[in-house]
């Protein structure tokens, strides 16, 4: 009982840190979102497909793109049928798609087979096959965008070329020169997150590589991929949560934006219901999981931290 009371200190205490900690993450991305943003909205805007696993935190930054002007589109195993895509993205879609540049990213750890897309159950051939096949369905419906899928590996920020549009050289370049290895890997090439970020500004908030599941308001799978990102934290992760609880994070974005809101809205119901099972209530009584509500502006991603703890 002691012992109990003792533990649920400790981690009452990690999360009040891990809250000034998200708070401060915020007020720096605010900064970085206020410098790119003459940037934003002039030529194409990169729309950037991955897996929800926290090991592509930094994929934006290893494509070669500015992450505070780029959209982020996140599931499991960065999943998304055809007609989800172009609905969810459609204002960016006029023209043919002129105006966009697609990047579908798998991940890897080149060397570590098992450490892979467990979305895909580390099975790359089938990647390549799922992802070549969204490709050019995309590529017909989308005849002026320009489509990539693409592997990168998590743990040196290395690309490979599944399948690229030539028309884009620059990045054609930056592929066939392995893209922009790191200095060193990175230190953790197998799951290390302990929590979860629902939402669609993940760079106003997170700023750590293999912390946070990264799952996009409206993915189509969210309610799975809820169950799939607890499932491994407790099984399948390096991660030590004994000294932590699961922080799970549900942002809102304000401004009367109807799609976004409308996405909010649904991303709430299936996170409430995740809530419910009985699993996560278990956990919740006993301090091991907490919600933490954010609110951001999707414009200039001012937010705050909604939920108090005492
Ligand atoms: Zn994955």
Known sequence: MEEAKSSKKVRQKFLTAEIEHLIETNRLAIQARSMSASKRGIGRTSIVVVCMDGRTHQAETALGLDKTTTVRFASGGGKIELNDFLRLHAPLLTNDGSRVTILLTTHEVVGYPNLGCAAFNCDMPEQRRYFTALRQSLAQRLPEAWIHAVSHDTSTDGLWAIE????????????????????????????????????????????????????????????????????????????DLSNKPIVLLLDRPTGDDPVSTEQYNQARIMTEDFLRSSKVTELMESGRIRLVELETNPTTWSGRVVTTID
Do not use: C
């Open 164 to 239: 690229l549009d030539q028309r884009n050289e620059a990045f054609v370049e930056l592929v066939k020169s392995g893209g922009k290895p790191l200095p060193k890997t990175q230190p953790n090439k197998a799951h290390g997150e302990y929590g979860i970020y629902v939402g669609d500004q993940l760079h106003a908030w997170v700023a750590g590589y293999n912390t946070y599941f990264h799952i996009s308001s409206a993915a189509p799978s969210l309610r799975g991929d809820l169950d799939i990102a607890l499932s491994v934290m407790l099984h399948h992760s390096k991660v």
